[in-house]
């Protein structure tokens, strides 16, 4: 199997557009673990998504903006609110590296219902707050529904400097262009686009997190091995398709 290389752009642009959407505000902040750790946790037909040996478990506090169906307008309630995410990294047997979710924190709960519904993703109903004073920006969350009820997070960064040359490990934790998820027996592929990100080196100021562990992952052992911010890009996902020999 020849894995697809870590691209800043897509190579598979989508053709047919199923959602559009905006994030804004981004925090990203990833922990370097076994695979073995992770490999659990991973849809049927995927295995861990590696850079020399090692793969990530990411926290990612964003704004989801005007959330839509096919090309647009997106809604500008209902598809706009704050999203705090838990996710590793996959790849399967088409060489298609992507992002599988733990969990997904959101502060409207008909997003989080139709997401459970459609696709089975993770969402989970959030009491939730982002605070900006220049430079710095803090993400708060407290987990409504479903269980367990309470699990909450708080992380403050200061953004720094535009960042021109990612480096490997940035690069792979953030040029992603799919998710791998579970829906109804069988393993999904959802394809998705979005141009270059733009990216800031971050500092992470304060952590306070309990969404990994209560995704069942062990706590991470000392700081993120990468702190970074961006103010955010446009996306589109593509119609999902099933992973081969993973139907029923």
Same mark, same amino acid.
């Given at each position: 199997?020849?894995?697809? !290389?870590?691209?800043?752009?897509?190579?598979?642009?989508?053709?047919?557009?199923?959602?559009?959407?905006?994030? @804004?505000?981004? #925090?990203?902040? @990833?922990?370097?673990? &076994?695979?073995?750790?992770?490999?659990? *946790?991973?849809?049927?037909?995927?295995? &861990? !998504?590696?850079?020399?040996?090692? $793969?990530?478990?990411?926290?990612?506090? *964003?704004?989801?903006?005007?959330?839509?169906? =096919? /090309?647009?307008?997106?809604?500008?309630?209902?598809?706009?609110?704050?999203? %705090?995410?838990?996710? =590793?990294? $996959?790849?399967? #047997?088409?060489?298609? /590296?992507?992002?599988? *979710?733990? $969990?997904? +924190?959101?502060?409207?709960?008909?997003?989080?219902?139709?997401?459970?519904?459609?696709?089975? =993703?993770?969402?989970?109903? #959030?009491?939730?707050?982002?605070?900006?004073?220049?430079?710095?920006?803090?993400?708060?969350?407290?987990?409504?529904?479903?269980?367990?009820?309470?699990? #909450?997070?708080?992380?403050?960064?200061?953004?720094?400097?535009? =960042?021109?040359?990612? $480096?490997?490990?940035?690069?792979?934790? %953030?040029?992603?262009?799919?998710? @791998? %998820?579970?829906?109804?027996?069988?393993?999904?592929?959802?394809?998705?686009?979005?141009?270059?990100?733009?990216? @800031?080196?971050?500092?992470?100021? +304060?952590?306070? !997190?309990?969404?990994? %562990?209560?995704?069942?992952?062990?706590?991470?052992?000392? &700081?993120?091995?990468?702190?970074?911010?961006?103010?955010?890009?446009?996306?589109?996902?593509?119609?999902?398709?099933?992973?081969?020999?993973?139907?029923?």
């Amino acid at each position: 199997m020849r894995i697809e !290389d870590v691209t800043p752009e897509t190579v598979r642009p989508v053709r047919r557009s199923l959602l559009v959407q905006s994030w @804004h505000d981004l #925090a990203f902040l @990833h922990w370097a673990v &076994p695979p073995e750790t992770v490999a659990p *946790f991973l849809p049927r037909g995927t295995v &861990p !998504d590696t850079l020399d040996g090692l $793969s990530y478990v990411g926290l990612i506090g *964003f704004r989801m903006v005007r959330l839509g169906a =096919l /090309r647009g307008p997106g809604i500008p309630y209902l598809g706009t609110f704050l999203e %705090t995410n838990v996710r =590793l990294y $996959s790849v399967d #047997a088409q060489g298609r /590296r992507a992002v599988v *979710f733990l $969990s997904l +924190e959101a502060e409207r709960l008909l997003p989080v219902l139709t997401a459970q519904a459609s696709l089975r =993703l993770p969402y989970k109903w #959030a009491r939730m707050r982002l605070e900006k004073d220049g430079d710095v920006l803090r993400y708060t969350s407290r987990r409504r529904w479903p269980g367990p009820r309470g699990a #909450a997070s708080s992380m403050t960064v200061r953004v720094g400097a535009p =960042l021109t040359e990612p $480096s490997p490990v940035e690069h792979f934790v %953030t040029a992603r262009w799919g998710l @791998h %998820t579970h829906a109804w027996g069988r393993s999904l592929h959802l394809p998705n686009e979005h141009p270059r990100w733009p990216l @800031h080196r971050a500092e992470l100021l +304060e952590l306070d !997190d309990e969404l990994i %562990t209560a995704a069942g992952l062990p706590a991470p052992a000392g &700081p993120p091995v990468s702190v970074l911010y961006s103010p955010g890009v446009p996306v589109t996902f593509g119609a999902p398709d099933t992973l081969a020999g993973t139907a029923g």
